[in-house]
């Protein structure tokens, strides 16, 4: 039985890792703070790496070996420095979740794995987040080589979100009414399902790969139109898109990415964002659903939870606001 140790593991991408590596039968241990439920079938161990004796509980010899850690951290490097380096020793392969954040911006369009990146250091503490990011991958790879697999993911959306955007448009289809479309309907979105980016996240690691891969779907697997097509006919509120060129949207003032979540005019940040060449992953097993079921099995868990999402401390409410949204649309 395999063996694997899920640094976090309770929410959004960490619980969609530990889900699946259940469902394959491993034995799993989530290591996280305490602040939420571990999946039920896990083995649960507490410990803050942020504090100075974080990890004890992993270094106490009784907390015995895996084969594989996943690692979704995303703050100080120095977190994943210490962590990597303690279990080196006692793990076979060592998988950190990385982004496409840590590719230097603006770069060009279809930029591979090996495009250039942003400085980091795995001794560093917080400074920003692509810089993290970077030197996460670094201690990563410092500590256990071509056992070091790095995940950068793009854009993640599906059930457990804790970030804020697909749950935001879901909440704002289910009202109905005119909405407002950001265009053009036909813009690319690039993206990854948080339950494809663990399934292959395991498959990659337990085939013992190493090195960055970019894990998110081909360009163009949805676009602006069928992603909010989507949201409308999951959600039955007879949202009534209003498709808006972009820059009426921008002359308003409105802020793409935040109070028009998923969405980024085109241009450098668009070209950047969504457009990862992401050959290597896909030669590599990866393979991503149609939108519709993303968004469809996340309007069914935002239901279950009763309407609303939780989200992260660290991220800030997405969304524009009814009156902004009613203003540009001349209602």
Known sequence: MTKLLMLGGTEFVGRALTDDALARGWDVTVFHRGRHAPPPGTRAVHGDRTAPDGLAVLAAPEAGEWDLVVDTWSGAPTAVRDTARLLRGRA????????????????????????????????????????????????????FGDRALLVRAGLILGPYENVGRLPWWLGRTARGGPTLAPGPKDLPLQYID??????????????????????????????????????????????????????????????????????????????????????????????????????????????????????????????????????????
């Open 92 to 143: 076979g392969h060592y998988t950190y979740i990385s982004s496409r954040s840590v590719h230097a911006y603006p770069g060009n369009g279809n930029a591979a794995e090996d495009a250039p990146l942003v400085d980091g250091s795995p001794d560093a503490d917080a400074t920003a987040y692509a810089e993290d990011k970077r030197g996460g991958e670094i201690a990563a790879t410092d500590a």
């Open 194 to 331: 948080v339950r494809d980016l663990a399934r292959w996240t395991l498959d990659a690691a337990a085939a013992g790969l190493g090195g960055p891969y970019n894990a998110v779907s081909p360009a163009g697997h949805a676009t602006m139109g069928t992603f909010l097509e989507a949201c409308a006919a999951a959600t039955g509120g007879g949202a009534e898109l209003r498709w808006t060129e972009a820059a009426r949207i921008l002359d308003a003032g409105i802020e793409p990415w935040t109070e028009l979540p998923v969405w980024l005019p085109e241009g450098d940040l668009h070209a950047h964002m969504f457009g990862a060449d992401v050959s290597r992953a896909l030669a590599a097993g990866l393979r991503c659903r149609p939108v519709e079921e993303t968004v469809a099995d996340t309007w069914a868990w935002l239901r279950s939870v009763g309407g609303t999402a939780p989200l992260r401390p660290d991220r800030s409410a997405k969304g524009i606001s009814p009156e902004k949204e009613a203003a540009l649309l001349g209602l």
